[in-house]
């Protein structure tokens, strides 16, 4: 069995795509799904499966909660041992609780092209940073709501589904 984390694209923000957590639990109620739990209410949910071909289970996962609730939802996924790799190649070292700026990492569904890793590197400046390694970004900003690196602005310019969590999610679920 593969312990996975599905990362779900905007769901519970903003008033929109509201999913209650136990009922997003029941919706994973799949065969082949197993020790299902959900992490908060921005749509995390780890489970494990022996399924190994991630866009099969992405699909599922999306034809699922489709059909359950009528709408439409990205979803995102990592292994845990994935999880743990994004966490060791922070390339912005320990961040502690009372800095000033915060980490976020936005979770790629695909590995982007080189040259849009650039052009999109290329827009940090002073007061934010962002890296991408992988299929991965990390953004070391003041405040989210308030950045440039928002998940519409890295999906347009990497041409590909995303989704972002700050770095106490990110570490969190690791230890679920």
């Avoid at 109620?29 to 289970?57: C, R």
Wanted: positive net charge; glycine residues 8%; contains cysteine.
């Amino acid at each position: 069995m593969i312990r996975y984390i599905a990362f779900l694209r905007g769901i519970n923000v903003s008033g929109k795509k509201l999913i209650k957590m136990e009922d997003l639990r029941e919706h994973f109620k799949m065969p082949g799904f197993k020790n299902i739990v959900t992490y908060i209410q921005s749509g995390n949910v780890l489970f494990d499966t022996a399924e190994t071909d991630e866009g099969l289970l992405r699909k599922k996962i999306e034809k699922r909660i489709l059909q359950k609730t009528g709408f439409e939802v990205t979803t995102i996924l990592r292994t845990l041992d994935e999880i743990g790799a994004t966490i060791k190649k922070n390339p912005f070292g320990t961040i502690n609780n009372d800095d000033p700026k915060k980490l976020y990492v936005t979770f790629l569904a695909g590995l982007p092209e080189k040259k849009l890793c650039t052009v999109l590197e290329n827009f940090s400046n002073d007061g934010e940073t962002l890296k991408v390694i992988n299929r991965e970004t990390y953004l070391l900003t003041g405040g989210y709501a308030d950045t440039r690196f928002s998940n519409t602005f890295v999906e347009k310019k990497l041409g590909m589904a995303a989704t972002t969590r700050n770095w106490a999610t990110v570490n969190k679920v690791l230890e679920l």
